[in-house]
């Protein structure tokens, strides 16, 4: 590959960046143009007919936009900014992505090099912002020269994708993007080796299995890859599989071993042995809360910080596709446990019957997914219908839920929806949120009719950050503080965008407005009226309580 690129060329350091990112694949980049990027940002114009740039109106919006194009594809998603108060903008992104374990790749400038470190106050300047940046993912680089930039952006491309994905960062000094210098491309370097399945844990972790009475299997965003190897696994032990976020779809809901947490809470006390799969278990220790007596944990995980994190019996340090189909072929051969098939769909089916008191957030979500294809997205937020959906959303497919994970991020949804739709332009995409998220970046509408982003958007808007209202209202006196909320009218506000917009008040008119919302090929808006303090609390099947 190497006697395949070009030779010494002359080439800014926004030149080397650019010509670096085609290199590794890169055709799309988030970003919001200032004048320490100008190098950058002119490099990429001058590329745009095989680099397409989307603007943004925002920061967070460029990197929930980055999130969300790589959260979706399992490609990497590229944003650029400025330095201090941009990146610090963007810092929010960053860390949702990173949580989700997300390919996201930050660009941003410095101070000029002669005031590196000097502390003078030059416009954007941010102490320790190398420091910062290496605490928010697996790398950050500051790049020196324009001949050093091939060589650090195949690092970041590196450790951005080998292992654990996660957030790389790259920054350069003002002048470094229009100082031109001579520069060898780099070809991308090989990811890092994953590690070798370890044949005596496998054999050990299906030794418990084949004695198990009631095993269940946990997948997070680390399985994402391993669909058909988590099935046959699933399969084998005819052992439901229960996501609580990241997860979702690794097997499919309509399937009679995919399980919401609604219906794994179900069997969860009598559960002996876990096998959770590219996961951080949250589900044990922080919603749950909950550990069977006797419980055996086998954990399967390419992460050597994760599988240390929580003890287990058996700790396989592995892909979790080439985990689980060891796994899988390892227990065929000591032979399965005793199956429960009975037991697990009544689970299924109870859990399914318990959460219709969930309203009306669950018959909106009924609505949603029947008109959304198969294949669509569905990009959720921190909303009493986002929280739903973590239980109440059938989803069919991996990486087609698209969720800001632990960092419950308020505001991710729209913006992260904008990115999901800029990956896949040719997939219906819809982004739920509540008014209070919804704002965060309402501005971003215009973001989507400049680039024809062509998302449905829906706004339920109960004129309250509901959660905090609820709070307010049952554990605090109703003693309200900054929870109730003055919104614009939502539909004059999106048509002012050029966007469509339309308003219903029940399940049943938002079916054909729904309808009509996909079928048209520009940006829709949706708003729900819903009255304040009308949703069921869905915390009952997120914090369910144990007989202990």
Known sequence: MKSELPAVQQLTGGEALVESLKLHGVDTVFALPGAQIYGLTDALARNADSIRTLGARHEQTSAYMAFGYARSSGRPGVFSVVPGPGILNASAAMLTAHGCNAPVLALTGDVMSGFKDRGRGQLHELPRQLEILQGIG?????????????WRVAQAFQAMQSGRPGVVSLQASWDFFTRSAAVRLQ???????????????????????????????FVGSGALEASAEVGQLAEVLGAPVVSFRGGRGVVADDHPLGFTVAAGARLWPQTDVAVVIGSRFELLDIRWRHRPDGLKL???DIDPAEVRRIPAEVNLLADAAEGAGALAEAVLRAGPPRRRDAEVAEAKAAAEQAIQCVQPQLDYLRVIRDVLPRDGFFVEEISQVGFTSIFGFPVYQPRTLVTSGHQGTLGFGFPTALGVKAAHPHKAVVSICGDGGFMFAAQELATAVQYGLNLVTIVFNNNAFGNVYRDQQESFGGRLLGSELVNPDFVRFAESFGVQALRVASPAQLRPVLEQAFAAERPVLIEVSVPRGSDASPWQF??????Q
């Open 138 to 150: 697996k790398h950050a680089a500051h790049i020196e020269q324009p001949a050093d930039a091939p």
């Open 187 to 217: 070809a991308p370097l090989a990811l890092q080796a994953k590690p070798p399945v370890d044949t005596d844990a496998v054999e050990r972790a299906a030794k418990l299995l084949s004695a198990a009475k009631a095993p269940m299997i």
């Open 542 to 547: 997120l914090h369910p309580t144990f007989a």
């Open 298 to 300: 086998i954990r399967i």
